[in-house]
């Protein structure tokens, strides 16, 4: 007989201990008294098949959940499937939703394409705006408020705290994707949010090598989504956990240092007279500085960039001169990415709705990996002065 067999798994779960959580690739697990007593109380059936529960992403939403300074978390296929899973397991049919109008593509079309669909209406307003939640919260009944944190590509801030207490002075709950700023910067539950999502995929897992999210909040609403993770299908897979698990170990130290090369590359691009504007929230010109400074933590202020060139014409040209930084999509590696809002996250929005985003021409966005920031500022020196401005400083080298 081959093939491994109950006599083989006790043997060997007794002869090691692993250091690592090991990778559990078991579809269904041996039914024992446990087994059969987890689905006889009709709890989430933990301890009968993998859809329901699996060791090794127990063992990744337990990191994901202290980083979150939460009581419960749960992991899923994609940050889209967290939110999804979330939004179908909060809301229901007659529900209304105050989302943020600034907010990642495929969420958008959840939000003004899918849900309407299933009877739950949804107003938005500015996430930075706090009086056009109040209103918007205040007008009818709402059952959720959803928001990012930070937003994508102009870096704008969630006031956490405010829009908390509008959602909670509505009898409202608010639900924030934490993407953006991850919880090295920022663990929105602390701040009054009821529940946070994050695409694991960026700054959790890492290394650009996994689609991962993540959903982190109270133990009862965790369980009614866990319910929902195991009718969506939306598990994770016990490999790309394990890889989750691996990038979480070094979590806290790769944000730290992304966070420090992005707000130094962010102010040499400001003394760069061919560059037309630099946003990041250390500057101080940044329009929400103080609501940063009260919001993240341990001075760290995020890896993203964003600045502004003459026109598209320049920045495609610049973008398209680095050495150093992809041109790629997504954020939050271990490598520099470079890209354009106008021709990738936001080239669905029609010319008016990316004037309303935020999103001026010559636009760029940086996700700030781990490379030197004298690689990364001689990267962008050599791209700049070989397509320089016409507007700007012509020439002219900080
Ligand atoms: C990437 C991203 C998502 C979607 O995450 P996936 O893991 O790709 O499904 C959601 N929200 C934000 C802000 C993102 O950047």
Sequence with gaps: MTGWRPDDAASYQSRTTPLVPPVHHAVTYLLDETAYKDIADGGLRETWYSRFSNPTVEAAAEVVRRLEGADAAALTSSGMSAIATSLLTLCRSGDRVVAARQVYGDTRDLLVRDLPRLGITVDLVDATDVDQWRHQLGRAPARLAYAETMSNPTLGLLDVPAVAAAAHAAGARLVVDNTFASPALLRPLEHGADLVIESAT??????????????????????????????????????????????????????????????????????????????????????????????????????????????????????????????????????????????????????????????????VRLSVGLEPLDVLCADLAAALDAHPSDHFGKGATP
């Excluded at 999509?329 to 490598?335: I, P």
Aim: charged share 25%; aromatic share 4%; proline share 4%.
């Design 202 to 363: 960026k700054f959790l897992n890492g290394h650009s090598d996994v689609i991962a999210g993540a959903v982190a909040g109270d133990p009862e609403t965790l369980r009614e989504i866990r319910l929902r993770i195991v009718t969506l299908g939306g598990n994770l897979d016990p490999h790309a956990a394990f890889l989750l698990w691996r990038g979480l170990q070094t979590f806290d130290l790769r944000v730290r240092r992304q966070s420090s090369t992005a707000a130094d590359l962010a102010a040499w691009l400001a003394r760069r007279p061919d560059v037309a504007a630099v946003i990041h929230p250390s500057r101080a010109d940044h329009p929400q500085h103080e609501l940063a400074g009260r919001l993240l933590r341990d001075g760290l202020r995020g890896a993203m960039v964003t600045f502004v060139l003459d026109d598209d014409e320049r920045a495609l040209a610049v973008m398209r001169s680095l050495r150093v930084a992809a041109e790629a999509t997504s954020l939050g590696g271990v490598e520099t990415l470079v890209s354009m809002p106008f021709n990738s996250s936001h080239a669905s929005l029609g010319a008016d709705e990316r004037v309303r985003a935020g999103i001026a021409a010559g636009m």
